[in-house]
């Protein structure tokens, strides 16, 4: 293997270890701010059992983090997408923060709202230059599309 591929695998850990230390953060917060608060509020029938989440997003960042990378190796400047896509992992981050720390419900709606946003946004982008890097955010966008429903019920229903 010579020294360029080499430094791409180190780029792709990289772009995934970036990807799932934001995931670890949401985690995080999660956990130590989940209980009590979580099991007394009211959640909808199709709740998916707590065991369900971590192996979802947990497959969810590593589809996330090898289309970005994807992109990133794409000969194309990519610069600006990849901060658009960094922006949007922040702010992923930042509704565990505000539904499991603060307890905001309605925020929460709005920030994956605001996520979906981006991720419909960098799909367009991605297909422009790499389709498969797009299709790779596809189920991303479906379970986050899914969340918002759970949230909105969430939200309703308290």
């Known amino acids: 293997m010579n020294k ?4 791409k695998f180190v780029y792709l850990a990289l772009f995934l270890f970036l990807s799932y230390f934001m995931s670890w953060w949401g985690g995080y ?19 998916p059992p707590d065991w369900i989440f971590a192996p979802v997003w947990v ?16 000969k194309k400047n990519t610069q600006k997408i ?3 896509y960094f922006i949007h992992l922040i702010i992923n981050a930042s509704w565990s923060v505000t539904f499991f720390a603060f307890h905001q ?5 709005i920030i994956i709202g605001l996520i979906i946003f981006f991720v419909i946004f960098l799909i367009k982008l991605y ?13 991303y966008l479906a379970w986050l599309c899914f969340a ?3 949230n909105y019920s969430i939200f309703t229903l308290n």
């Open 82 to 84: 990849l901060n658009i």
């Open 4 to 7: 360029i591929q080499s430094n």
């Open 29 to 47: 917060i999660t956990d130590y701010f989940k209980e009590p608060w979580y099991t007394t509020i009211i959640k909808p029938s199709y709740t």
């Open 59 to 74: 497959s969810l960042y590593l589809l996330m983090g090898y289309a970005a990378w994807l992109m990133w190796s794409s």
């Open 148 to 150: 918002f429903i759970l």
């Open 127 to 139: 297909y422009s230059i790499n389709k498969i890097s797009a299709y790779l955010m596809v189920p």
């Open 105 to 109: 419900i309605l925020v929460s709606l």
